[in-house]
């Protein structure tokens, strides 16, 4: 069992920078893409930002360029950076992890908003 929890959000001016954490507690032995989603009210949850086990990244067109996903192994921890963000960044944010076998965890989330 994989236990996920992220921190790092808060109340930001359009133009800033936050990071993101996401901690593991558990077995990490056998993840195969670490993620990153949002939601924003009244919309479904979509994908920010993946990363796989050998190094590869992805992101959604709408961050490219302005978020960064990151990891710690020695810590557990995953990151996402966040720069340059936009009132449309504003969300939960969500960290998860899909492991081989398609076992699939995710974190409680943490609020991210962005004012214009």
């Known amino acids: 069992q994989v236990q996920l929890v992220e921190s790092g959000g808060g109340l930001v001016q359009s133009g800033g920078s936050l990071r993101l954490s996401c901690t593991a507690s558990?077995?990490?032995?056998?993840?195969?893409?670490m993620s990153w989603y949002r939601q924003a009210p009244g919309k479904k949850r979509e994908l920010v930002a993946m990363l796989g086990t050998g190094g590869s990244t992805n992101y959604a067109d709408s961050v490219k360029g302005r978020f960064t996903i990151s990891r710690d192994n020695a810590k557990n921890t995953m990151y996402l950076q966040m720069t340059s963000l936009k009132p449309e960044d504003t969300a939960v944010y969500y960290c998860?992890?899909?492991?081989?076998?398609?076992?699939?965890?995710w974190g409680q989330g943490t609020q991210v908003t962005v004012s214009s």
């Open positions: 558990g077995s990490t032995g056998s993840v195969a893409i």
């Open positions: 998860n992890q899909l492991w081989l076998g398609g076992l699939q965890y």
